[in-house]
C-alpha cells in the first residue's frame, strides 16, 4: 500500500488552491439567500474560500499553518453570524469546501494512488471537521455575543425611558424603534419578584401567538415585564400570567406612561402578601400599595389606629381583630357572623369592643377606611 498519498497530493493543490476557490463561489452562489451577492459579496467569498480551502489543505498535508490564514474559520465564523447567514446555510456551504477538497484529491491520485488514498481518507476530514467546527463555534459564540449586546442596548434605552419619566419624545421615539414597540398603544407592566424572570420566559411563545410584544428586563427590586396589548384585547394581562407571582399595573396609553405603571407595578409587587401567590392586579391592592407609601409613617399609623388593643389580652385581639378583617372584607355582620360560625351579636360585641379600645369605629366609612391601611402597614412590621 502507498503511504504519503494525502501529503503529496495536498501539498500540490496548496500550490494551485485558486481554482478550487473558484470552484466553491461557482457553487456556493447557487444556494441562494445570503450567497447570492447581495448580503456577502462574491469578492469576500473567493478571498474566504481561499483561505479556507488552503488551511483545510495545510492541515491534511501537515504543512505550517501561516498567520494570514490561521484564524479564517474562526473569522468566517463570526463574520456569517454577523451578516446575518441562517446556520444550516453556512454549513451546507462549508460542506461545499470536504466534498471538493475530496473530490480534487480523487482526481489528481493516479492509478496507483486509490489505495494509499483510501486509507489516509480519515485525515482529510479531520482536517474538515477541525475547520467546520473552528467555524460553528465562532459562530455559535459572535451570535450570542450579538444577542447580549442587542440585549444591553435595549435596557440602556429602557432606562432612559424611566429616567425621562417618558417625556422626551425623542427617547420616546428611540425606545419604540429599538425595542419594536408602538409608540401610541396600550402597556400593561408586570412585576416579578428577584430572580423570577426565567419563570416568565415560558409564556413568551404563548404571547407572541397572541399578539402581544413584550420586553423583559431586570431590574434591582425585581424584574419587569412590558407588554404591548393588541388592539381590543379582550382580556386581561393578569389571565395570562395564572400561577405566577407577580403584580400587574393597569393599562397605560403610550410608552410615556410607562415609568409610572413600572412604578405602580413594583409598589404593588412590594404589598402583596408574603403568601400570595399568582397574578395581582393593581385595583385589589390599593390599601396596601397606600400603607407600604407611607414608609417610616406606617409604626404611627398603626399606634394610632390599633394602639389601644395592647390593654385587651392577647387571645381577645386575637378575635377581635379576625371579625374587623372579616368585617371591613365583607361590609355585613351577617356574613361575617356566617364565616366565623357565631352569632350576629358576637360580631357586634366585638366591634364595640374594638371601637371601645381604639376609638375607631368601623362600621362608619372614615374609620373603616384608616383602619383598613393600619391593618395593612402592620403587615409590613
Do not use: K
Not at 453570524?81 to 460542506?95: I, S
Not at 425606545?175 to 415560558?202: I, K, M, N, W, Y
Request: aromatic letters at 4%; charged letters at 25%; hydrophobic letters at 45%.
Amino acid at each position: 500500500m502507498a503511504s504519503g498519498v494525502v501529503d503529496r497530493l495536498s501539498r500540490e493543490l496548496v500550490r494551485d488552491v485558486a481554482p478550487l476557490a473558484d470552484r466553491f463561489v461557482a457553487e456556493v452562489v447557487l444556494i441562494g439567500g445570503p450567497y447570492a451577492g447581495t448580503v456577502i459579496p462574491e469578492g469576500i467569498l473567493l478571498a474566504d474560500a481561499r483561505r479556507s480551502l488552503e488551511l483545510i489543505l495545510r492541515l491534511i498535508g501537515r504543512l505550517s499553518v501561516p498567520e494570514h490564514i490561521a484564524g479564517a474559520s474562526a473569522e468566517i465564523g463570526a463574520a456569517r453570524a454577523e451578516a446575518g447567514v441562517p446556520l444550516d446555510t453556512l454549513l451546507q456551504a462549508v460542506r461545499f469546501d470536504a466534498r471538493i477538497v475530496w473530490e480534487e484529491l480523487c482526481r489528481r491520485a493516479g492509478p496507483g494512488d486509490v489505495a494509499g488514498l483510501v486509507a489516509e481518507a480519515p485525515r482529510v476530514w479531520e482536517a474538515v471537521e477541525h475547520h467546520s467546527m473552528s467555524i460553528l463555534a465562532a459562530y455559535q459564540q459572535r451570535v450570542l455575543e450579538m444577542a447580549q449586546a442587542q440585549q444591553d442596548e435595549r435596557a440602556r434605552w429602557f432606562a432612559r425611558l424611566l429616567e425621562c419619566d417618558g417625556r422626551h419624545p425623542d427617547i420616546r421615539r428611540q425606545v419604540a424603534t429599538v425595542l419594536g414597540l408602538d409608540e401610541h398603544a396600550s402597556f400593561a407592566v408586570v412585576a416579578l419578584p428577584p430572580d423570577c424572570l426565567a419563570t416568565f420566559r415560558p409564556l413568551r411563545e404563548q404571547l407572541d401567538v397572541l399578539g402581544v410584544r413584550v420586553h423583559a428586563q431586570d431590574r434591582p427590586a425585581g424584574s419587569v415585564a412590558v407588554l404591548q396589548l393588541p388592539a381590543r384585547s379582550g382580556s386581561a394581562a393578569e389571565g395570562w400570567f395564572r400561577g405566577v407571582r407577580c403584580a400587574v399595573s393597569p393599562v397605560v396609553d403610550g410608552l410615556a406612561e410607562v415609568p409610572r405603571a413600572v412604578r405602580l407595578a413594583e409598589l404593588s409587587l412590594y404589598a402583596l402578601p408574603p403568601d400570595a401567590a399568582g397574578p395581582h392586579n393593581t385595583r385589589d391592592l390599593w390599601p396596601a400599595i397606600a400603607s407600604g407609601a407611607l414608609g417610616e409613617f406606617r409604626a404611627d399609623l398603626v399606634r394610632d389606629a390599633l394602639g389601644g388593643l395592647g390593654e385587651l389580652p392577647a387571645r381577645d385581639v386575637a378575635r377581635i381583630l379576625e371579625t374587623v378583617e372579616r368585617y371591613l372584607s365583607t361590609g355585613s355582620v351577617v356574613e361575617t357572623a356566617r364565616q366565623l360560625y357565631c352569632h350576629r351579636n358576637t360580631v357586634l360585641n366585638r366591634l364595640r369592643q374594638f371601637a371601645v379600645a381604639t376609638g375607631r369605629d368601623v362600621m362608619t366609612s372614615t374609620d373603616a377606611t384608616v383602619v383598613t391601611l393600619a391593618l395593612r402597614a402592620r403587615a409590613y412590621e
